[in-house]
């Protein structure tokens, strides 16, 4: 190991041998921490990520595909009580290509595959049953697709048809649907369904599909045009006349002095309207004719018809009367002429949703009415234009003056002053709290440096061994007395009562220096053979 790796290790353990039993405890603490948050860390980064392989499969088929899985040593996750599959997202389509190949997850609802199986020597009726199962197979398979749907089942009625009757049976066809936990199927998802089958069998309408679900609860019934999504038109059109009426109310009466509630019944049944126009083109010629011609003579006394001295023509027939006294004639023309008709006519679909009748109610604050200067007439004049009201639909409108409770307004804002409170409280305690970890944080950095500093000073203080000094001789040791470095030296013979010599500079250091080692060995023996090794070392000639 190189020299200068090594002292930065020997270093390093005698810095750690110089810290106390709680610093120690922490370093061995900070280590562990260390350690933990980078295996955390890397296990959390090398997790693989987890993706759905199949969802909403049957137990049958989860065992089968867990067992494929397990052959093919793939680690796999099972959620939503076993109907979901989740594996490595490096792996799903690998995995997807297989369970297809086995045929996995098996189809709950055959459709057009049933065909496949069907042979020569099939029979009519085997043929008609086949291909009205796979039908209703593929229409199961297709409401399965539709969100809140968990499972669905359709059966199909379609009549044979037969050569001794003209008269034609309808196909009906009943839905049994299975909604998702937690989800119900809106109007609008039941509208589409039964359009859905209807569209997709010949003959049938809408009128002749019924919609059930798993609670036994008709949500379409056949025989009717009832509009699955009437009741959110209905809600729609009262939310947007309660709109704009609230609207034009704030602007006159100003915010929260008026309240608006709009009750519009709907028409739910479509019908058909044909209206027929008949015009005669003008300049065009005459498609046929007919003229008719009598007359009479007779004589002695006689009656002529008509009336006497008149003349009348009526659509080219002319009739003449005359009395001569004894003789009589009667002559009769008459003609028609058959002109050409255009004739319209125009079918007109009334599709369910219209409104039959609208009611509005109004309430406005006396108070805020009284100040700005509007009467109640003026009011309902406003409110039955905004809202597009019909007397001759029967639509209703009515407005009362009444004094507003202010209980609410009251309590509004003592629970807005309340929240301000609250998260300006909040917001102290979370800038406390961050004050205190800042705090925390900048104690424990000067902790830590006033405790590197004083083991620092600590480390300059000590004196300087015997060994640590190159200047000083090897032989000075051996050289050296034994005696104290602080005992003065006993005065020589014959000299009494004189002044004692002092020793040598040279003398007392050495001494003093001994006196140390010494006591550093006693003290801490580890250290002073640390000291020899170094200076072991570093007296070492240069190879």
């Known amino acids: 190991?190189?020299?200068?790796?090594?002292?930065?290790?020997?270093?390093?353990?005698?810095?750690?041998?110089?810290?106390?039993?709680?610093?120690?405890?922490?370093?061995?603490?900070?280590?562990?921490?260390?350690?933990?948050?980078?295996?955390?860390?890397?296990?959390?980064?090398?997790?693989?990520?987890?993706?759905?392989?199949?969802?909403?499969?049957?137990?049958?088929?989860?065992?089968?595909?867990?067992?494929?899985?397990?052959?093919?040593?793939?680690?796999?996750?099972?959620?939503?009580?076993?109907?979901?599959?989740?594996?490595?997202?490096?792996?799903?389509?690998?995995?997807?290509?297989?369970?297809?190949?086995?045929?996995?997850?098996?189809?709950?609802?055959?459709?057009?595959?049933?065909?496949?199986t069907m042979g020569v020597t099939t029979s009519d009726f085997q043929q008609t049953v086949t291909y009205k199962r796979a039908m209703e197979g593929e229409l199961a398979n297709t409401i399965d697709a539709m969100d809140g749907v968990k499972t669905s089942s359709v059966k199909l009625a379609i009549p044979q048809p037969t050569v001794f009757t003209d008269s034609t049976q309808d196909p009906t066809a009943s839905v049994f649907v299975a909604e998702t936990p937690g989800t119900t199927l809106s109007g609008s998802q039941v509208q589409a369904i039964v359009h859905l089958v209807s569209a997709s069998t010949v003959g049938m309408k809408p009128s002749d599909v019924s919609v059930i679900d798993a609670a036994g609860n008709v949500l379409s019934t056949a025989g009717t045009t009832f509009a699955a999504g009437t009741d959110d038109q209905a809600k729609a059109?009262?939310?947007?006349?309660?709109?704009?009426?609230?609207?034009?109310?704030?602007?006159?009466?100003?915010?929260?002095?008026?309240?608006?509630?709009?009750?519009?019944?709907?028409?739910?049944?479509?019908?058909?309207?044909?209206?027929?126009?008949?015009?005669?083109?003008?300049?065009?010629?005459?498609?046929?004719?007919?003229?008719?011609?009598?007359?009479?003579?007779?004589?002695?006394?006689?009656?002529?018809?008509?009336?006497?001295?008149?003349?009348?023509?009526?659509?080219?027939?002319?009739?003449?009367?005359?009395?001569?006294?004894?003789?009589?004639?009667?002559?009769?023309?008459?003609?028609?002429?058959?002109?050409?008709?255009?004739?319209?006519?125009?079918?007109?679909?009334?599709?369910?949703?219209?409104?039959?009748?609208?009611?509005?109610?109004?309430?406005?604050?006396?108070?805020?009415?009284?100040?700005?200067?509007?009467?109640?007439?003026?009011?309902?004049?406003?409110?039955?234009?905004?809202?597009?009201?019909?007397?001759?639909?029967?639509?209703?409108?009515?407005?009362?003056?009444?004094?507003?409770?202010?209980?609410?307004?009251?309590?509004?804002?003592q629970a807005l002053a309340a929240a301000n409170a609250q998260a300006q409280q909040a917001q102290l305690t979370s800038w406390i709290r961050d004050g205190v970890i800042a705090l925390a944080i900048i104690a424990g950095l000067v902790a830590a440096i006033v405790m590197v500093r004083r083991r620092r000073a600590v480390v300059e203080e000590e004196p300087i061994g015997l060994f640590d000094d190159p200047t000083v001789p090897l032989m000075t040791l051996t050289a050296t007395p034994a005696a104290s470095p602080l005992t003065a030296a006993p005065p020589a013979a014959g000299a009494v009562g004189a002044a004692a010599t002092p020793p040598e500079p040279s003398t007392l250091a050495a001494g003093q220096r001994k006196a140390e080692i010494e006591q550093l060995a006693v003290n801490d023996p580890r250290r002073a053979a640390d000291f020899l090794l170094a200076l072991m070392d570093d007296r070492q000639p240069a190879s």
Not at 247 to 255: A, P, Q, R
Not at 383 to 402: E, L, P, Y
């Open 237 to 413: 059109y009262d939310t947007a006349v309660e709109t704009s009426v609230q609207s034009m109310l704030d602007k006159v009466l100003g915010t929260g002095n008026s309240t608006v509630v709009v009750n519009a019944l709907m028409d739910n049944s479509s019908s058909t309207k044909t209206t027929d126009q008949y015009s005669i083109p003008t300049g065009a010629p005459v498609s046929s004719s007919t003229t008719q011609k009598e007359t009479y003579t007779g004589t002695g006394a006689g009656t002529a018809s008509g009336v006497l001295g008149t003349s009348a023509t009526t659509n080219g027939a002319s009739n003449t009367a005359s009395s001569n006294g004894g003789n009589g004639t009667y002559s009769s023309d008459s003609s028609t002429s058959d002109n050409v008709i255009n004739k319209t006519s125009t079918t007109q679909q009334i599709p369910a949703g219209s409104v039959q009748r609208q009611t509005v109610s109004v309430a406005v604050d006396t108070a805020a009415a009284r100040k700005a200067g509007v009467s109640m007439n003026q009011i309902q004049s406003m409110v039955a234009n905004a809202a597009g009201a019909s007397t001759q639909r029967g639509d209703a409108v009515g407005v009362q003056f009444v004094s507003f409770s202010q209980a609410n307004a009251v309590a509004a804002k």
């Open 1 to 116: 190991m190189p020299p200068a790796l090594l002292g930065m290790f020997r270093r390093i353990g005698t810095t750690i041998a110089g810290f106390s039993f709680a610093q120690k405890t922490l370093a061995v603490l900070g280590v562990l921490v260390l350690v933990l948050g980078g295996v955390g860390l890397t296990s959390w980064l090398t997790r693989p990520q987890y993706v759905p392989l199949f969802s909403g499969i049957s137990p049958t088929d989860a065992q089968a595909i867990t067992d494929q899985l397990h052959s093919d040593n793939v680690p796999y996750q099972l959620t939503d009580g076993g109907a979901t599959i989740l594996v490595p997202q490096a792996q799903v389509y690998q995995e997807r290509m297989k369970a297809a190949a086995a045929n996995l997850p098996s189809a709950t609802n055959q459709g057009y595959s049933l065909l496949n």
